[in-house]
């Protein structure tokens, strides 16, 4: 019997599961919502908002990592510009900044500019149901720059190292904003809300597209007015067309499918559906509603038939996230409609789906992840071998019950390796979770 037990103990220990690294939580926020996660681009930072009554923004940033010289550097290898860290093994997100100002009700959602951080300044995005968008810079804090590896509390915000100070304050929604969305370039703000309406800001931040650092060329006193201009904000774009609250939005690659841009605009609603916006001669327009449909799978696992399909619509109750895969390959059938090709019919056993987000290309392992009402994680995987463009099959991979105390609100993967995510709920609690694969 004892054999038994070891064998079915270390059984279990080979089956693909998430292992909790760190909890980052704080015992003062027990009764305040972590609403929404944000990793930099190169994900060295990691910034959090929670709601009422404890309304904030934390940042933390990676540190410690100890490499195999037995020196300690940041979550990154210095000498590898793709940000893998080849010879890290292990280190701990610590406390780097905290903001408590700026917005007077529930912060929502945050999401940082995807812009390097090697200059030491990150750009950070942060949407309320005050009804305004407010854009932070932060950076480091001399005066607590060594602090950085000596923190023990990260409730110590005097000791935090960072510091963030208002370079804008976006307003027009008559009320909750509840999602934000950078473009791949961070040319681009993209903000939603109860109002209905979508925003389509241009952003004018330094080392962006129409940022004073995008050109080398510029000189004299045209480099001296895109310097003032850069921080600026200017909306390009309020697109209607929802019926009821805008609930998520990403952009995607255009394939050259739609307009002129280089990239789309999805967004989700309560009203069920999924609009794609598109841009043509500088205006943006509303080009397909993904929402009714002629044909929908009835199920996505591998051992139903693809043939097995059902008339109707595809979402029965609000859509509250998206999700693009890396590339953001679409199918679509000749006549330029969508098709849904795909349907995960069990997730969250009937409960909200609450977050979505697919792992980075480079992780190589194609997993979706998802947090939902039911206090679980979910994983899924794609069986490559019974799977095609058209009729994608997949499979639960991981289901983590019992991840937070309460909904998990958003789920995201570490955007460089993709064997770890980050997952923060109802509960107040942030947590840095381990994929181990069979």
Not at 157 to 162: D, K, L, N, S, V
Request: include cysteine; aromatic fraction near 6%; hydrophobic fraction near 35%.
């Amino acid at each position: 019997m004892q054999l038994n037990s070891m064998t079915d103990h270390a059984s279990a220990r080979l089956k693909p599961h998430l292992s909790l690294q760190q909890t980052l939580s704080l015992p003062n926020l027990a009764s305040s919502p972590a609403w929404s996660a944000s990793f930099t681009l190169d994900a060295n930072f990691l910034a959090v908002c929670y709601g009422n009554p404890g309304t904030h923004i934390k940042i933390w940033r990676h540190v410690k990592a100890i490499a195999n010289n037995g020196d300690a550097s940041d979550s990154r290898d210095r000498n590898n510009d793709t940000g893998i860290d080849n010879n890290r093994k292990g280190g701990e997100w610590k406390a780097f900044a905290t903001i408590r100002e700026g917005h007077a009700r529930t912060i929502r959602h945050v999401a940082f500019a995807p812009l390097p951080t090697s200059g030491g300044v990150l750009i950070l995005a942060s949407a309320s149901f005050d009804g305004k968008v407010m854009i932070w810079e932060c950076s480091m804090n001399d005066d607590n720059t060594n602090n950085l590896e000596g923190m023990e509390h990260d409730d110590d915000e005097e000791r935090e190292a960072g510091i963030c100070e208002p370079i804008a304050q976006l307003e027009g929604h008559e009320s909750e904003v509840k999602h934000l969305a950078w473009n791949q370039t961070g040319s681009l703000l993209a903000s939603c809300g109860r109002d209905k309406t979508v925003w389509i800001w241009e952003c004018f931040l330094p080392g962006t597209v129409g940022g004073c650092a995008a050109s080398s060329n510029v000189r004299g006193s045209e480099a001296m007015q895109m310097s003032q201009d850069d921080g600026e904000f200017e909306c390009l774009a309020v697109l209607q067309g929802h019926d009821g609250d805008v609930k998520s939005i990403a952009f995607a690659p255009s394939h050259g499918q739609w307009g002129e841009g280089e990239e789309i605009l999805l967004s989700a609603s309560y009203d069920n559906s999924i609009k794609v916006w598109a841009e043509e001669s500088g205006d943006w327009y509303c080009a397909a509603t993904l929402g009714l449909n002629s044909s929908i799978p009835r199920s996505v696992s591998p051992q139903e038939d693809s043939n097995n399909t059902q008339q109707g619509t595809v979402h029965t109750s609000t859509i509250w996230c998206l999700g693009v895969a890396p590339g953001g390959h679409t199918v679509s059938s000749t006549d330029g409609f969508w098709n849904c090709v795909g349907l995960l019919s069990d997730a969250h056993a009937g409960y909200a789906v609450l977050s979505i987000d697919c792992a980075p290309s480079r992780a190589g392992h194609g997993r979706i992840v998802s947090g939902g009402g039911d206090n679980s994680i979910h994983i899924y995987r794609e069986e490559c071998g019974l799977s095609s463009s058209d009729a994608p099959k997949f499979s639960m991979d991981v289901m983590t019950n019992h991840a937070h105390d309460g909904d998990v609100n958003c789920v995201k993967w570490h955007p460089i390796d993709g064997m770890s995510l980050v997952s923060c709920g109802d509960d107040g609690a942030v947590k840095i979770w381990k994929y181990v694969q069979a």
